[in-house]
């Protein structure tokens, strides 16, 4: 008896692989703004094999980040060509986040209205590097005022701002940054000893906010207290100055308050 004839079998259809992706945790754009990020929070500078094991990168992955990232000008070499600062366009990058056009108005306003109660000239500065930066300024109605534009550089060993900002430094990289700074002599009364300068700024920690006695310019003094954001790093600097013909170092201290509650409202808008 004849067997029935087989059908033909189907074509069995080759499975479709989906393409495999990198996981994002070990991606190469990941990998880089780890390591910016790690730069930007030490706030100093840190070798080669520093950022491979803070990584927890090979150092060659670590060497070819560095490479990209210096030649996009995100990192920079420190002075001594080993190791690794941040960057210019890091910077830029920085200041134009804090600059951006929908909450700068908020902040201007802010500012605004704490010279309207303090009845001096204050300002919003951050930290550019080893300078200040000025942010945003508002000036107070006297015809005797000093003018800084916003964007202008002022030194850290001798205004309020700056050593407020090497005062909220962790000790290491303080000490890494005064050690690195040139301390030119201002006035009569800037700080140009290394150690008088720690020691001022371990009293700015414990007191809170920071003075300028004369010692960026003469017949000039300054209060500044730290803008911290939601997670309570001082991402920038309030301050009020004024001349000593108005105003005295006491009265700036009693302005402080004032500051204080708006670098609270500062905050909010970082």
């Given at each position: 008896m004849p067997r029935p004839a087989r059908s033909a079998a189907a074509p069995v259809a080759a499975p479709v692989v989906a393409p495999v992706e990198e996981p994002v945790s070990g991606s190469s754009a990941e990998r880089s703004l780890r390591l910016l990020a790690l730069?930007?929070?030490?706030?100093?500078?840190?070798?080669?094999?520093?950022?491979?094991?803070?990584?927890?990168?090979?150092?060659?992955?670590?060497?070819?980040?560095?490479?990209?990232?210096?030649?996009?000008?995100?990192?920079?070499?420190?002075?001594?060509?080993?190791?690794?600062?941040?960057?210019?366009?890091?910077?830029?990058?920085?200041?134009?986040?804090?600059?951006?056009?929908?909450?700068?108005?908020?902040?201007h306003e802010v500012l605004a209205a704490l010279v309207q109660e303090v009845g001096e000239t204050c300002n919003l500065t951050t930290l550019d590097g080893a300078r200040v930066l000025y942010l945003d300024r508002v000036e107070a109605q006297w015809p005797l005022r000093l003018t800084l534009d916003v964007g202008s550089h002022v030194p850290l060993h001798c205004t309020a701002s700056g050593k407020l900002f090497l005062a909220q430094m962790p000790k290491k990289a303080r000490?890494?940054?005064?050690?690195?700074?040139?301390?030119?002599?201002?006035?009569?009364?800037?700080?140009?000893?290394?150690?008088?300068?720690?020691?001022?700024?371990?009293?700015?920690?414990?007191?809170?906010?920071?003075?300028?006695?004369?010692?960026?310019?003469?017949?000039?003094?300054?209060?500044?207290?730290?803008?911290?954001?939601?997670?309570?790093?001082?991402?920038?600097?309030?301050?009020?100055?004024?001349?000593?013909?108005?105003?005295?170092?006491?009265?700036?201290?009693?302005?402080?308050?004032?500051?204080?509650?708006?670098?609270?409202r500062m905050g909010g808008l970082l």
């Open positions: 730069l930007a929070h030490e706030g100093r500078a840190l070798s080669l094999a520093d950022l491979a094991a803070q990584l927890g990168l090979p150092k060659g992955t670590a060497h070819r980040i560095c490479t990209q990232l210096l030649a996009t000008g995100f990192l920079a070499r420190d002075l001594d060509e080993r190791s690794f600062v941040v960057g210019p366009a890091l910077r830029q990058l920085a200041f134009d986040t804090l600059n951006h056009g929908s909450v700068r108005g908020l902040r000490d890494a940054m005064i050690d690195g700074l040139p301390l030119p002599r201002m006035t009569a009364s800037t700080l140009t000893d290394p150690a008088a300068l720690r020691a001022e700024c371990d009293a700015i920690a414990q007191d809170g906010f920071s003075r300028d006695r004369e010692e960026f310019m003469a017949g000039l003094v300054a209060v500044a207290v730290p803008v911290r954001d939601a997670a309570g790093e001082v991402r920038a600097a309030l301050a009020v100055h004024a001349p000593t013909a108005r105003m005295s170092m006491a009265d700036a201290e009693r302005r402080i308050d004032a500051l204080k509650a708006a670098a609270l």
